[in-house]
């Protein structure tokens, strides 16, 4: 079993989890999360406390056990404060802008690059820092990994879109002799 397994997962006051059967449903002061998990693992709400364990013993199933207990925690604390992602567009005449439900990106190309923003998610983009917020911590990720890969940072002048604390290893270049 999964040292995370081991202990139970304290829920905090104001939040409330229900279990039935194979869904978990985490409803917090900010946000209702909801996840349906594998049939074989078990998960039991005891005195404001959430065991998760395997009801079988196959060896394939047992790292269901921890990512199980790592979704759970992130659920509950995404439905307390929402988690926050930072993108910096980088590049002479690069931009970003937020209208209604889409980013629009100016990344050098003939045309804007226009990426729907998922409902769920609120995105803002000031001064070429595009914020993400949500409360689905997969969610979040996933969007900036996706607005990140239409202009990857490229390796000579750092043009492109990268994380906030993301280090970009730089190189030389051509040498004139």
Known sequence: MSRLAKKPIVIPEKTEVTVSGSIVTVKGPNATLSRAFHPAVLIKNENNMLSVSLSGTSPKLKPLVGTTVAHIKNMIAGSGKPFEKSLVVE?????ADVKGNTLTLSLG????V????????SVSAVKNVIKVVGPDIEAVGQFAAFVRARRKPEPYKGKGIRYENEVIRRKQGKKTV
């Open 91 to 95: 590049g002479i005449g690069f931009k």
């Open 114 to 121: 226009v990426v729907p923003i998922p409902a769920g998610l």
């Open 109 to 112: 190309f003939t045309h804007p």
